[in-house]
């Protein structure tokens, strides 16, 4: 018990501002008492023993009120079950050799290039239209899927009719992530006509993003991407957030996250864009690995932005996983699964078997099945992924870490190793971590003003 109390809490310190967390709730205390802060301080970061300081922990924790998210819902038959999306993996083919993919180009592990035929897309459509109680958003992926533009014009009109003979009662929603070269003006019309959420990958200003998205011949792509983002406006496609790929190249070159979320506001539109820090090996020179002190302050600057424009009653400028975590904290929203997707989300690819997410496409050990498999069998296995494996509690890791309760994570960044999994990519946690304790550090200032406290609270409900 004396050894537990500890890891059941965080102690933060900065600038006269200290905070105490409580990692099963989230609960947060300010703590302003010099003297309970120097201890506190050398219990939580020198591992000290102190009789008062654990009696107060102690009685912290039993007064603690537990927020943790509920059990998992019992098991529904397939046929009541709404597929929250449904990823298909339209080809492994790609106009790009992005110096990082963690797709290989789209190939994953296939031997052959691949493509999903129409004949594959039907029997998909029709196994889970047939088992599903509804399909909730549809998913087109890759490689790179605007080279399938003949595929995704089938899946939309498929659907379509599926709804006009009355043999569906809904129409999913349609998203689909690309590198935005090669958009065709039907590929337009479609995503305009069927209301598209259309992602685009962009890493930053043209500097960073040509050197790292480039084509066979090594050119870069920021030019035709962003004619091709003007084109799609022009004719009023709305909803087109970027996905940017964070590296080393943009430490090396200066342009920090803030710097990324800036300009996709001014040049993309998207204040919140979706920046992701790079998962590749450690000993590659794109990882963060390589320059962690610098991408460090640049989480810190960034969360200290993101609030500063919630304060100001601004747009809020913030990364998707800044902006996440903080709504996450204040609102004590927690989650026991890695990915929250996992178990909602399914993802089909050419080879037809049927996976948790796009990232496993082509490896068999994590398939649930395949269209042969019954629904509720489908679902059984989805359940026992989300308990088994995508489950912070069985990562050992995560057993040490205070965002425990809150964060989610990209299952990308694991690896099945057995029946559990083992974290590949430290920096993402770490990163986790900075944006955590830095969340908690404003928070806890913020709070110490009512004015600008209830300001907070206003606009996490506003962007609620
Ligand atoms: C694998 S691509 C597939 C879709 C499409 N070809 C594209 O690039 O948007 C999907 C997203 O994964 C990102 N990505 C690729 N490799 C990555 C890596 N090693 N770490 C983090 N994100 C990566 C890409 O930048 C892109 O935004
Ligand atoms: S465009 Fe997408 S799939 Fe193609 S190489 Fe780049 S990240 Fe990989
Ligand atoms: S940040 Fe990483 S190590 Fe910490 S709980 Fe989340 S997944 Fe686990």
Redesign the pocket.
């Known amino acids: 018990m004396r050894q537990d109390i500890r890891r059941e809490f965080a102690f933060f310190h900065k600038n006269n501002n200290s905070v105490l967390y409580h990692i099963k709730t989230s609960n947060f205390y300010r703590v302003f008492d010099s003297i309970l802060v120097e201890k506190f301080k050398k219990y939580f970061h020198e591992t000290a023993v102190d009789e008062d300081v654990f009696n107060k922990l102690y009685q912290l924790e039993k007064s603690q009120e537990e927020n943790c998210d509920v059990d998992q819902k019992a098991i529904q038959k397939s046929n009541k079950f709404v597929l929250n999306r449904l990823a298909l993996v339209l080809t492994s083919d ?5 110096t990082y ?1 963690y ?1 290989n ?2 190939m994953y592990g296939y031997r052959e290039k691949n493509i999903m035929s129409e004949k594959s897309l039907e029997r998909t459509i029709d196994y889970f239209t047939k088992k599903f109680k509804k399909i909730n958003a549809i998913q087109f992926f ?3 899927p605007t080279l399938c533009e003949n595929q995704i014009k089938y899946v939309v009109e498929k659907f379509a009719i599926l709804k006009e003979q009355k043999n569906i009662d809904y129409t999913p929603s349609y998203g689909l992530v690309t ?1 935005g070269v090669r958009i065709s003006e039907q590929l337009m019309e479609i995503f305009k006509k069927y209301n598209f959420v259309i992602t685009l ?1 962009v890493d930053g200003p043209r500097q960073i993003h040509d050197s790292v ?1 480039r084509d066979l011949a090594k050119r870069g792509s920021f030019d035709i991407i962003k004619n091709n983002y003007e084109k799609m406006k022009k004719i009023g496609i709305e909803k087109i957030a970027i996905e940017s790929t964070y590296t080393n190249e943009h430490v090396k070159q200066g342009v920090s996250l803030v710097d990324v979320v800036n300009f996709c506001a001014d040049h993309f539109g998207d204040n919140t864009p979706h920046v992701v820090p790079v998962a590749i090996d450690e000993e590659n020179e794109l990882s963060l690995a390589k320059s962690l002190q610098q991408f460090e302050t640049y989480l810190v600057e960034l969360v200290n932005y993101t609030f500063k424009t919630l304060l100001e009653g601004r747009k809020v400028k913030s990364t998707a996983i800044v902006a996440g975590l903080i709504q996450k904290i204040i609102l004590k929203q927690h989650s026991k699964v890695i990915c929250p997707a996992g178990g909602s989300t399914l993802s089909v690819s050419n080879d037809m078997t049927i996976q948790p997410c796009f990232m496993y496409t082509s490896e068999d050990s994590t398939a649930f099945g395949n269209l042969d498999s019954s629904g509720d069998e489908l679902l059984e296995k989805a359940y026992t992924f989300n308990e088994k494996i995508n489950n912070k509690r069985h990562v050992a890791k995560c057993q040490e870490c205070f965002m425990r309760s809150i964060c989610t994570s990209c299952l990308g960044d694991f690896q099945k190793d057995d029946d559990c999994l083992k974290n590949t990519n430290q920096v993402t946690c770490s990163a986790i971590r900075i944006i955590g304790e830095s969340i908690l550090l404003n928070i806890s200032e913020i709070k110490a003003d009512e004015h600008k406290w209830k300001r907070l609270h206003c606009a996490i409900n506003g962007v609620n």
């Open positions: 790609c106009n790009l050799r992005c993919c797709a180009f789209g890759g490689g790179e590198n990958s998205r």
